[in-house]
C-alpha cells in the first residue's frame, strides 16, 4: 500500500539555522506529493507540492524535489524564523486512482531567537 | 474562491454522551470530503471520506460514523463518546481531479 515515512523530531533549531526535514515514500504508480504546516492550534495548510519527478515545489522560502529515483521529497529551508515553529507533515496522493491523502507522522519544529 | 467551515472549535463532552461535528464546503461542487483525527504527539488518521451525497467509506472500525446529508456537508457522529476519542478533528475537501486537499480549523474534542 502507499505510506510516507518523514522524521518526526521534535527538532529545535536556532533562528538562521538550516533546516531539513526528510521525507520518502511507497507508492504504487505516480503520486503527487505535498509538505503541509500546521501551525498551533490550526488545521492544515498547504505549504507546496510536486506532481511529477524533479519537479520543486516552493513557498515562503520552502523548497522541495521531487526524487523518483530516491522516492524522496526533502523540505529545506536555508534560514528558519521563529515564526516558522509548526508541525510539518509530507504527504502524497496517487494519481488518478484513491481518493485518500495519506500522511507521514508530522515533525513539530520549534524555532527559538 | 471555495472555504472550509468546521464548528464548533472545542468541544468539552462527557463519556456516553452522544457527539456531531459539521463540515461545510462554500465555492465548489461535488467535492470529495474526509474526517481525519490528529491525537496528542501522533499523526493525522484518516476517519471518513466520501466522494458523493449518502457514499462513505470508513477506514478505521470505531464508535463514530460520517454521514453527508448534502453535497457539501459532512458529519462525524457518535452515540456514545469514549474517552479514547479525544483529540484534534480536523475536516478536509478536495477536488476530483486536483489532487491536494485543504483543511478546516478543526475541532478539540475532550472527553472527560
Known amino acids: 500500500g502507499n505510506s510516507v515515512t518523514q522524521m518526526e523530531g521534535p527538532v529545535t533549531l536556532s533562528e538562521e539555522a538550516f533546516l531539513t526535514i526528510n521525507c520518502t515514500y511507497t507508492?504504487?504508480?505516480?503520486?503527487?506529493l505535498f509538505w503541509y504546516v500546521q501551525y498551533p492550534g490550526e488545521g492544515l495548510q498547504l505549504l507546496l507540492k510536486a506532481t511529477k519527478a524533479d519537479d520543486k515545489g516552493s513557498n515562503k522560502g520552502f523548497e522541495a524535489t521531487y526524487r523518483k529515483e530516491t522516492t524522496s521529497f526533502h523540505l529545506e529551508k536555508g534560514s528558519v524564523q521563529v515564526s516558522d515553529s509548526a508541525v510539518y507533515f509530507c504527504?502524497?496522493?496517487?494519481?488518478?486512482?484513491?481518493?485518500?491523502?495519506?500522511f507521514g507522522k508530522g515533525m513539530k519544529l520549534t524555532v527559538n531567537p | 474562491s471555495q472555504t472550509i467551515h468546521q464548528w464548533p472549535a472545542t468541544l468539552v463532552q462527557p463519556v456516553g454522551s452522544p457527539l456531531s461535528l459539521e463540515c461545510t464546503v462554500e465555492g465548489t461542487s461535488n467535492p470529495n470530503l474526509y474526517w481525519y483525527r490528529q491525537a496528542a504527539g501522533r499523526g493525522l488518521q484518516l476517519l471518513f471520506y466520501?466522494?458523493?451525497?449518502?457514499?462513505i467509506s470508513s477506514e478505521v472500525p470505531q464508535n463514530l460514523s460520517a454521514s453527508r446529508p448534502q453535497d457539501r456537508q459532512f458529519i462525524l457522529s457518535s452515540k456514545k463518546l469514549l474517552l479514547s476519542d479525544s483529540g484534534f478533528y480536523l475536516c478536509?475537501?478536495?477536488?476530483?481531479?486536483?489532487?491536494?486537499?485543504?483543511f478546516g480549523q478543526g475541532t478539540r474534542l475532550t472527553v472527560v
Open positions: 507508492a504504487t504508480g505516480y503520486p503527487s
Open positions: 466520501s466522494v458523493g451525497i449518502g457514499q
Open positions: 504527504a502524497l496522493r496517487t494519481q488518478g486512482g484513491s481518493e485518500k491523502l495519506v
Open positions: 478536509a475537501w478536495s477536488h476530483r481531479v486536483r489532487t491536494e486537499a485543504f
